[in-house]
């Protein structure tokens, strides 16, 4: 089964649509036992981190995520749902999953840079990954004003430059995050989330 979580923020249709696009079936749900009996998980957010972790602990879908990978379930987070993997984040007070530790901070005015960081951007993904295609010529939309640092460097699966080098996707080991929207992200996209839940 493959559940899309619904916490009422994020770009779940566009995701369903994708899907849908793929020949393949999702349940978009915010049901504690839909996620928790799950075999894939896609965890999308957008806006502030703070109101995303409170609207999950709020439906006690943390706690499903973390049963579900407790049973070798495959997580995705998409772009406030990839930062909500970490463990905090400078844009607020709570506590994150920290299913890959390390923090979230946002991208520095000094760069001459406008912020968010918004637009199609390309990403660096390393040769031994399970969702890019290792195409140099790979684009993504993305859309953010925080990015994530890991404490361990091989969590990190690809990385994109905007005055600095972020990590733009992570891997450990049956959990995935990525900055990116792939869901706005037309075939590169697509192909990304057709990996995740074919490949992985």
Avoid at 82 to 102: A, C, R
């Amino acid at each position: 089964m493959i559940s899309v979580i619904n916490i009422g923020i994020g770009n779940f249709n566009s995701i369903m649509n994708m899907i849908k696009k793929m020949n393949l079936s999702a349940n978009l749900t915010n049901s504690f036992e839909e996620v928790s009996n799950s075999e894939y998980i896609i965890l999308p957010g957008v806006g502030s981190f703070d109101k995303c972790m409170i609207a999950l602990k709020n439906l006690k879908l943390d706690k499903a995520i973390f049963r579900s990978l407790d049973n070798n379930s495959k997580l995705l987070g998409i772009c406030v749902g990839m930062q909500m993997l970490f463990t905090k984040s400078e844009e607020g007070n709570e506590t994150g999953l920290n299913l890959i530790e390390g923090k979230v901070v946002k991208f520095k005015n000094n760069l001459n840079l406008p912020v968010p960081h918004m637009g199609w951007n390309t990403i660096k993904s390393y040769e031994d990954n399970k969702i890019f295609t290792n195409n140099k010529f790979e684009r993504f939309y993305f859309a953010h004003s925080f990015y994530c640092i890991s404490n361990s460097p091989n969590y990190v699966l690809s990385t994109t430059k905007y005055g600095v080098d972020f990590a733009s996707s992570v891997n450990k080991k049956n959990i995935f995050g990525v900055q990116f929207h792939p869901e706005k992200s037309h075939e590169y996209g697509m192909n990304v989330l057709k990996n995740f839940l074919t490949k992985c």
